[in-house]
């Protein structure tokens, strides 16, 4: 845990890679959820993700492993391993060793992301994965991605799709959105109306935001232009996470998709940016001193508080 929050590494769906990133034999060390892990994706186009250090000495099969026959072979030792973790050669032993192998994690790659789920009490996954029906429709555009690492956590970011009052006094909208909330189980929807200062004068618009859990979020726009902001918050460490951003908009004419919706793109990306001086330096205060006008605040942090497995589930280790 961090100093300045109260909370562990949540439990949920998380992208640790966009699926164009990864080519079939590639390997990739990666670190998120305070670990070191090993990405790769074999023959038959599936992405695989392990725990990072092999068992035998300890090397990092990320930093300089290769895929042979779709095994992954360590660069110290070459001990292969597949998919699922499994130790399945050992060049120069008679004898397998018992108990071989690292832990694999569950993996589902959709909505153009890779997506693998973690929680701290070793549960399985207990919800799935949304399709998003715009992802490759030729009504749509292809997306266009950012990526950003912020020093802070995902409940703190999460919670300002809620925060009425920041959007205007630090986003600068022209009124203040009036935000209604529905929980459902693990999912979030809000509705918030919002108004933004164009060149032909005020817009009206609407937003609605969707969460799965703290780590996968569809955020759709209405108003200058249709438009799909496709969000995923990864946490690195307790106080450090990875944030992509898919946009995607409505095809309505190459110059009018191309230009408002370029623009679209560039102010909440700019917003998302004003954010990140205030998350960086923020604490978490519980509970908060609130007044009417902020949002609905309380019912979101009730519905957070699922992702943190109970205490007695937790492992004395603290481990994945």
Not at 93 to 100: F, L, Q, T
Not at 115 to 143: C, I, Q, S
């Amino acid at each position: 845990m961090s100093p300045r929050f109260t909370f562990p590494i949540p439990t949920g769906w998380f992208c640790v890679s966009l699926t164009a990133d990864l080519e079939v034999g590639d390997v990739k060390p990666l670190r998120y959820f305070a670990k070191d892990l090993v990405l790769f994706r074999t023959s038959d186009g599936k992405a695989h993700l392990l725990d990072a250090h092999c068992p035998h000495l300890g090397a990092h099969l990320g930093h300089g492993g290769v895929l042979k026959d779709d095994k992954l072979v360590c660069p110290f030792h070459a001990w292969e391993f597949d998919g699922d973790g499994k130790c399945v050669a050992v060049p120069y032993a008679k004898r397998m060793p018992k108990r071989a192998g690292v832990a694999a994690w569950h993996v589902h790659e959709v909505n153009g992301m890779i997506m693998v789920w973690h929680d701290l009490a070793g549960r399985e996954p207990f919800w799935d994965m949304p399709v998003v029906e715009e992802y490759k429709n030729e009504a749509w555009t292809e997306y266009r991605t950012r990526r950003w690492v912020i020093n802070t956590c995902n409940q703190e970011m999460a919670e300002n799709q809620v925060d009425a009052a920041h959007f205007q006094y630090l986003h600068g909208t022209t009124d203040m959105p009036v935000t209604t909330l529905e929980r459902r189980g693990h999912q979030l929807i809000s509705q918030s109306t919002t108004g933004m200062t164009t060149p032909g004068g005020k817009v009206d618009g609407m937003i609605e935001v969707k969460a799965w859990g703290f780590g996968f979020t569809t955020t759709r726009f209405t108003g200058i232009v249709e438009t799909l902001l496709v969000s995923a918050a990864t946490p690195i460490e307790a106080d450090k996470s990875e944030i992509w951003f898919a946009f995607t908009v409505r095809d309505i004419g190459k110059g009018i998709t191309g230009g408002v919706g370029k623009a679209f793109m560039a102010e909440v990306s700019r917003q998302l940016e004003q954010d990140i001086p205030v998350w960086e330096n923020k604490i978490f205060i519980d509970p908060p001193v609130l007044c009417d006008g902020d949002g609905p605040i309380g019912p979101f942090r009730k519905w957070a508080k699922q992702f943190y497995p109970p205490e007695e589930l937790m492992p004395e280790s603290g481990a994945a």
